[in-house]
């Protein structure tokens, strides 16, 4: 089985930075694109980064020139870099994986979620 664990979540205030990292584990083969959505009360689950196999990055306009996302692909793990946070980053942020896994005598390609980290920002 595959899965995808976040942590790095927590509270902070306007203007401080969270590092949050996904790591995935269990019987893969290989690991696609990578991402971080979020999703607050009331709204809808939005993509924040995503990162290709080759380390190109992709960004939300509301977080340009803010976050950074990374992977190390030696670990399995994508990490999220969030500087000059904002109350309005406020939300519940999950780890997304594009993945070719083993599943008993087959391979699978799906996409897995994580089961989500709070990240709160006081102002």
């Known amino acids: 089985q595959v899965q995808l664990v976040e942590s790095g979540g927590g509270l902070v205030q306007a203007g401080g930075s969270l590092r949050l990292s996904c790591a995935a584990s269990?019987?893969?083969?290989?690991?696609?694109?990578m991402a971080w959505y979020r999703q607050s009360p009331g709204k809808q689950r939005e993509l924040v980064a995503a990162?290709?196999?080759?380390?190109?990055?992709n960004y939300a306009d509301s977080v340009k020139g803010r976050f950074t996302i990374s992977r190390d692909n030696a670990k399995n793990t994508v990490y999220l870099q969030m500087d000059s946070l904002l109350p309005e980053d406020t939300a519940v942020y999950y780890c997304?994986?594009?993945?070719?896994?083993?599943?008993?005598?087959?391979?699978?390609?799906?996409?897995?979620w994580g089961p989500g980290t709070q990240v709160s920002v006081s102002s």
């Open positions: 269990g019987s893969i083969l290989s690991i696609n694109a």
């Open positions: 997304n994986a594009d993945i070719l896994g083993r599943a008993s005598d087959y391979v699978l390609r799906k996409a897995y």
């Open positions: 990162i290709t196999s080759g380390g190109s990055p």
